[in-house]
C-alpha cells in the first residue's frame, strides 16, 4: 500500500524557519507536493515539484519564502520554509501524482499523507 510519510512539522515563532519532508513508499510518482489546511478555509497547493521535470509551483503567498526540493533516489520531497508569518499556520498534507506535470489542482493528485502541524506563533 503506497504511503506517503511526512515530518518535520512543529511550533515555530514569526519569523523562523522549518522543512517538512514527505517520504513516498512503494512507488515513484511523477508530481509532489504540499498543500495547507487552515481551520475554516480550503485546502490550497503550497508548492509542487515534478520528479520528472524540471518544473516548480509556488503559490504567490509563499514565493521567496518557501523552497521546494527533492531527492528522487529516495522518492522524497522536502519544503524549507522561511521567515515563516502567523498566516502560515496549518496542516500541511503531502500529495503525489502519477504523471509529472505540475498543478495547484488538488483534484488531481491521488495520493495523500496524513497531515502534520504548521503552527507560527507571533
Known amino acids: 500500500q503506497v504511503q506517503l510519510v511526512e515530518s518535520g512539522g512543529g511550533v515555530v515563532q514569526t519569523g523562523g524557519p522549518l522543512r517538512l519532508s514527505c517520504a513516498a513508499s512503494?512507488?515513484?510518482?511523477?508530481?509532489m507536493g504540499w498543500f495547507r489546511q487552515a481551520p475554516g478555509k480550503e485546502r490550497e497547493a503550497v508548492a509542487v515539484i515534478s520528479t520528472i521535470f524540471t518544473m516548480t509551483y509556488y503559490s504567490d503567498s509563499v514565493k521567496g519564502r518557501f523552497t521546494i526540493s527533492r531527492d528522487n533516489a529516495k522518492s522524497t520531497v522536502f519544503l524549507q520554509m522561511n521567515s515563516l508569518k502567523p498566516e502560515d499556520t496549518a496542516v500541511y498534507y503531502c500529495?503525489?501524482?502519477?504523471?509529472?506535470?505540475?498543478?495547484?489542482?488538488?483534484?488531481?493528485?491521488?495520493?495523500w499523507g496524513q497531515g502534520t502541524q504548521v503552527t507560527v506563533s507571533s
Open positions: 500529495a503525489a501524482k502519477p504523471t509529472g506535470w505540475v498543478t495547484p489542482n488538488k483534484e488531481m493528485y491521488n495520493y
Open positions: 512503494d512507488r515513484a510518482f511523477g508530481a
